[in-house]
């Protein structure tokens, strides 16, 4: 009544039933690469940033 079957097991199925990923699709999880995309401009925008005050200052 109460059995499960093993969580390798149901990931298993999980990943069975899932459609093949698209040719040339880096990020099939969408939060995932609108973190990685933010990632990336924080960063840019960092450089930008300390090289503008470097240069103001000298």
Known sequence: MFYRK???ERI???MAQRRPLEE???FE???AKFVFISLIVA???M???G???VMAFT
């Open 6 to 8: 093993p969580v390798e």
């Open 43 to 45: 960063v840019v925008l």
């Open 29 to 31: 999880h969408g939060p």
């Open 51 to 53: 090289v503008s005050i």
């Open 12 to 14: 298993a199925d999980r």
């Open 47 to 49: 450089h930008v940033v």
């Open 24 to 26: 040339g699709k880096t």
